[in-house]
């Protein structure tokens, strides 16, 4: 007898599935879509199919029924099912909510699993000739009709570039050119994957990281450390033909910002195979089109960021992901993973290698290469020509600072300017958690209690500490020095952009940070600008850092310094020193050698010693040493509680009853420990208290039973009704 009752996942926030009478004409199946009515109105869900029964702890008359079988076959392959399974209980996120998180979003409407076909334009034998006579005035015609000399364009290409539909149609009007519809074809891949292209002679590091990868046949997980420019992408590119040669897929995750045209370019070139780009600013259709190329094997490479980890592929052989240690591989709302993570155990479920590659690793990553459970490949020398950088240290200890610049250091502009060259300075504002610090001597006010230094708020207009929670009304007076002089540390670039303005009118300035690039396409026009040479001074946050060169920049100056070194973020010393790596390695060239400046108070600390002297190895080994005292990550596994609500004191109680909850549980021992609840770093935002707490446990199995156990528990709090609150799972951002 076939089941009357099928089990589905909703993407509503509850952790549990809804169940629904199965109608005599509908044939749903499990791991397959559905639409379901929902509630007491007329709400119609998209929902995921997750189980087939006969019976319902709710009798027949309670239930609704389907409405509608979306699909004939499941939405991923058992392997990806079976992952985001896993994700939705590691992440502790409602499983509904996860699978809707990891479809495209025209699936998550309804739309069939299929290709929507594109319109191409290409030219006519008369527009041929057309073009061959010229166009005189008719400066846009000519335009579309070059754009097409070559070859059919997509339809898409034109509204990019501002043509619109009523002067492609009058130009279809002529007979110039014509439309075709286009949809992606299964075809079989040409028995030469590679391309005829130019290839350099692999040096010895590249071809053993190369072997060892080709040689592993199931599941492993290396880390490539490669200084930048030691040709790790080359290694990437030679990982991924045999796979390919094989008939079998790529997966390469870049950053958010490291999706530049010049990279997909070098894979698309590289490879007779069709290479799928997904990243956040496609549309609907083209992103279920590139979707259904992975899954539908059209596709041989998928490149994308954060969420291109979750499509499903025919036959995934390889999975890379670059600059492994980049934050933007953390989802920072609703489903809060971490790419990376998620990525290896992705390979893990699919027998597969992974390659995470980074020039300046994460220390979990390291951690994990040091102790063997990941391989450990290096690239030690850069295959180009780029020179090292020359490194200096500004003591600013007593200088005048005009909105975070010392006078030295606008010395030093002055010069580099004055050259003809460009200026790159950077305020590392993510962690933004400013320290109040005595600017004659450098003291910085402390918390007796924790061995950790005070927060300034300036909304309070008080210091608190986030460990312990204790605080002060803001102090006027040093209390090494007795100094009155006291300072936050920390400025915003925008207060900068205005201030380098005043101080070099005959420069131009540019500003690169989330908020200057949010628009399409800005980011990519602000980087060709700087390359031409328009803006002379550039202002950026950790994003400028990442796969730019900018052969023009002789300067590079890190004005926070001080702000990482003593932020209440643990991991703001480990981006410091990844950010100066990153740009040392890209600044100048061998005819223009570059400088990086670094701004501190505290020119011995032995962080930013081992950074300056030695390298990044060196730095990462001092930095893990220094977690493992304080007994941090990746040596304990934490977990941030985050609430908020109209009152304070609400948000604060319900923190308080979390952490009874998880102390009274008998999984709580004495590895574990709980810190707070403390008010968030940005205590109030947008008219809501919020405060957060820390659950730090000894083991990963021990974090997730104790907070599968506690879930309920809390949830069933009568406070907890009365606030929004949020997990997050390994947070990456605790400022
Ligand atoms: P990374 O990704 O580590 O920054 P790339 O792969 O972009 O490095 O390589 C930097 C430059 O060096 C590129 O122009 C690349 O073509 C070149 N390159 C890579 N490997 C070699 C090699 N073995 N010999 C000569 N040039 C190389
Ligand atoms: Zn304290
Ligand atoms: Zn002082």
């Given at each position: 007898m076939r089941p009357t009752i099928a089990r589905v996942a909703l993407p509503v926030p509850l952790d549990k599935q809804f169940d629904y009478l199965i109608p005599s004409h509908l044939f749903p199946i499990v791991g397959g879509r559905v639409s379901v009515p929902f509630?007491?109105?007329?709400?119609?869900?998209?929902?995921?199919?997750?189980?087939m029964v006969n019976h319902s702890e709710f009798s027949q008359d309670q239930l609704k029924s389907i409405k509608a079988v979306l699909d004939d076959r499941p939405v991923w392959p058992d392997s990806l099912y079976d992952l985001l399974q896993w994700t939705s209980q590691f992440y502790q996120y409602p499983l509904g909510e996860t699978l809707a998180n990891a479809m495209p979003s025209a699936l998550r409407k309804g739309k069939v699993a299929d290709f929507t076909s594109s319109i191409e334009w290409s030219?006519?034998?008369?527009?041929?000739?057309?073009?061959?006579?010229?166009?005189?005035?008719?400066?846009?015609?000519?335009k579309v009709m070059h754009m097409l000399e070559s070859g059919p364009v997509a339809h898409q290409m034109f509204l990019d570039e501002e043509i619109t539909n009523r002067f492609l149609n009058s130009l279809q009007d002529k007979g110039w050119i014509s439309s075709q519809e286009k949809k992606p074809k299964l075809q079989p891949w040409p028995v030469n994957i590679e391309a005829a292209v130019d290839k350099p002679k692999l040096n010895q590091e590249q071809a053993i990281a190369i072997a060892t990868v080709n040689s592993h046949k199931e599941f492993g997980c290396f880390l490539l450390e490669g200084v930048t420019g030691s040709g790790k992408t080359e290694v990437y590119l030679n990982m991924i033909k045999p796979i390919l040669e094989q008939g079998r897929q790529a997966l390469v995750l870049v950053p958010e910002i490291g999706l530049t045209p010049q990279t997909i370019s070098r894979f698309r070139k590289r490879f007779n195979v069709p290479v799928e780009v997904i990243h956040s600013g496609l549309n609907d259709t083209e992103r279920l089109n590139a979707w259904l190329s992975a899954r539908d094997k059209v596709a041989g490479i998928v490149i994308g960021t954060r969420s291109a980890l979750l499509t499903p592929f025919a036959d995934l052989g390889i999975i890379i992901v670059d600059e492994e240690h980049d934050a933007s591989y953390k989802q920072q709302d609703s489903l809060r993973y971490h790419a990376r993570d998620v990525a290896v155990m992705r390979a893990n479920k699919e027998q597969i290698p992974i390659v995470l590659g980074s020039a300046t690793p994460a220390l979990e990553t390291l951690h994990n290469a040091m102790t063997g459970k990941y391989h450990h490949l290096i690239l030690s020398y850069r295959a180009g020509n780029a020179v090292p950088t020359t490194n200096k240290v500004f003591d600013v200890k007593g200088l005048y600072l005009e909105s975070g610049l010392s006078a030295?250091?606008?010395?030093?502009?002055?010069?580099?300017?004055s050259a003809g060259n460009q200026v790159m300075l950077f305020l590392n504002r993510r962690g933004f958690s400013p320290a109040l610090m005595c600017h004659d001597c450098g003291w910085i006010a402390e918390c007796k209690r924790c061995d950790a230094y005070y927060t300034y708020h300036q909304y309070s207009n008080e210091i608190r500490c986030h460990h312990c929670g204790s605080q002060q009304p803001i102090i006027h007076q040093c209390q090494g020095c007795g100094s009155t002089n006291l300072v936050t540390v920390g400025v915003g670039t925008e207060q900068l952009e205005v201030q380098l303005e005043q101080l070099f009118p005959d420069y131009k300035t540019i500003r690169i940070d989330r908020d200057s690039t949010r628009r399409k396409g800005s980011l990519e026009s602000a980087l060709s600008a700087i390359r031409k040479g328009e803006y002379q001074i550039l202002i950026g946050t950790q994003m400028l850092a990442k796969g730019h060169h900018f052969p023009d920049v002789t300067l590079v100056a890190l004005l926070d310094v001080d702000g990482s070194l003593y932020s209440s973020d643990f991991r703001a010393s480990e981006r410091l020193a990844q950010l100066f790596t990153q740009v040392a390695g890209r600044a100048g060239r061998a005819s223009k050698p570059g400088e990086v400046v670094l701004q501190t108070h505290h020119p011995e600390h032995p962080l930013l010693q081992a950074l300056l002297?030695?390298?990044?190895?060196?730095?990462?080994?001092?930095?893990?040493?220094?977690?493992?005292?304080?007994m941090l990550p990746p040596y304990t596994y934490l977990t941030l509680f985050r609430a908020e609500a109209n009152q304070s004191q609400l948000v604060e109680d319900f923190l308080r009853q979390v952490r009874h909850t998880l102390e009274a549980n008998p999984l709580f021992d004495r590895g574990c420990l709980v810190l707070g609840p403390t008010p968030a770093p940005l205590a109030k935002r947008a008219g809501k208290y919020r405060w957060q707490l820390l659950l730090q446990?000894?083991?990963?199995?021990?974090?997730?039973?104790l907070l599968a156990s506690s879930k309920a528990a809390i949830n069933m709090l009568p406070i907890a009704k009365k606030v929004r609150w949020t997990l997050d799972i390994e947070p990456q951002d605790l400022s």
């Open positions: 509630g007491f109105g007329k709400q119609t869900l998209v929902g995921i199919v997750t189980a030219l006519t034998p008369q527009g041929r000739d057309k073009l061959m006579q010229g166009f005189g005035s008719a400066v846009k015609q000519a030295p250091l606008i010395a030093e502009m002055r010069r580099h300017l002297h030695k390298n990044y190895r060196h730095f990462a080994e001092a930095a893990l040493y220094e977690r493992q005292t304080a446990t000894q083991s990963r199995p021990q974090m997730q039973r």
